[in-house]
């Protein structure tokens, strides 16, 4: 890191108290859940969480698998599920991405209104028939109109979750609860209580999942402890939601995680920004190491950085380290079960040599990606396709064009 950096006290990484949480596919092989975990996870059958342990020993079926389960969810209220679960109503998109990710796009026979701008090129590859779903009145429909769907599960949207809605649902007899996430501890938190209700391959999944990101988050930490301030990279984030180079994401937030973990110092937290917004006076002032640009106008976002006046002349532009950031089902570096991949692309883009020196190449990210939509979706990519995803291109090769 620059001179002028050197003085300046990083937060502490974010400690996880993370515990164990547990596929519809374009090409499926046989039997999804008997695959084998992606090569360097631990294996779920040998599980070292307790809750997952415990749930083990006690041997009661999920409501998944048509048994009766009691859950608290994230709202912190006991809600009862009995029978099978195989109609869900899922109001909150965040979470949408994962049920295509591990397979389970079945399940689903209502989404949040919102939840369609998930249903990108890359989930109707892995899952033709998400265009299919009935898109609900918003992330608070009418209960008549959930009703209406006889849902053995609503999970309702986080910020109506205070509003009474899923009380109200409950009270027709439709069990409905709240999880919710914005980083790694509370997607342990949401996958766990999710895996307990829907059993089975999916759970065994979910478990997979939260067993993955804690030995790759504890693994990476671990790579970068002994680094110097001087050998660490300050990190620009771009969201790329929209046209616009000066929005981020603020302190506090999953993209500091990964950056912290994998060796880098995160540019919003060095500017002591909570918000998503940045002036280009303190990001010139800044001068950042590495940029890596997300969402679906990353392209556009990385032509406009190096042929800017002010922005082409910053250290990252010149050194050839800006970086796109993979998408799927969901963009890598947020929320879901695609944010596992992120820890390896990001120390790949932020300590390239560390990451050689493990193993980390373009070409182990390319069967890691592989691996992983195998493993957890049952689907079989290409080399090429999967070179494809790591480029933040569509299943076709091209970049995607921003709605207008």
């Not at 084998?36 to 006690?58: H, K």
Request: glycine share 8%.
């Amino acid at each position: 890191m620059k001179k002028k950096l050197t003085a300046i006290i990083l937060a502490g990484a974010m400690v996880l108290s993370l515990t164990a949480c547990g596929t519809k596919e374009p090409e499926k092989t046989e039997t999804p859940a008997a695959a084998q975990a992606p090569a360097g996870t631990t294996a779920a059958a040998e599980p070292e969480s307790e809750a997952v342990t415990t749930a083990a020993a006690a041997e009661i079926p999920a409501a998944g698998e048509g048994g009766t389960v009691t859950v608290t969810d994230m709202s912190g209220d006991e809600v009862t599920i009995e029978g099978k679960v195989e109609k869900i109503i899922n109001l909150w998109p965040s979470v949408t991405s994962s049920f295509f990710v591990m397979g389970a796009g079945d399940l689903l026979v209502g989404v949040g209104a919102n939840s369609t701008s998930i249903m990108n090129t890359w989930t109707q590859f892995f899952y033709p028939e998400c265009v299919n779903i009935m898109s609900m009145g918003g992330i608070e429909p009418s209960v008549e109109e959930l009703v209406t769907q006889s849902p053995d599960l609503v999970i309702v949207h986080p910020s109506s979750a205070k509003s009474g809605l899923a009380q109200q649902i409950r009270d027709t007899g439709i069990p409905a609860i709240n999880i919710n996430y914005n980083d790694y501890e509370t997607m342990v938190e949401a996958y766990t209580i999710l895996g307990q209700i829907l059993g089975g391959e999916y759970q065994e999944k979910l478990t997979q999942w939260c067993t993955d990101v804690q030995d790759k988050l504890e693994e990476h930490r671990n790579l970068t402890a002994d680094l110097s301030e001087d050998e660490k990279p300050v990190v620009y984030y771009i969201a790329g939601q929209g046209d616009e180079l000066l929005t981020t994401m603020g302190t506090g937030s999953i993209m500091q995680t990964w950056i912290e973990a994998n060796g880098g110092i995160f540019a919003s937290d060095v500017l002591n920004l909570e918000g998503q917004e940045v002036t280009a006076e303190e990001i010139f002032s800044l001068n950042p190491d590495v940029i890596i640009v997300g969402g679906v106008y990353q392209h556009t976002l990385i032509d406009q950085l190096k042929n800017t006046d002010g922005w082409k002349e910053l250290d990252a532009v010149k050194n050839d380290r800006v970086y796109n950031n993979p998408y799927g089902c969901f963009n890598w570096e947020r929320f879901g079960m695609e944010s596992l991949l992120q820890l390896d692309y990001a120390l790949l883009c932020i300590q390239p040599e560390i990451a050689a020196e493990n193993g980390i190449t373009r070409e182990s990210m390319v069967q890691e990606v592989q691996d992983f939509y195998q493993y957890y979706n049952g689907a079989e990519l290409t080399a090429e396709k999967a070179g494809y995803m790591l480029d933040g291109l569509q299943p076709d090769g091209t970049a995607e064009v921003p709605a207008q």
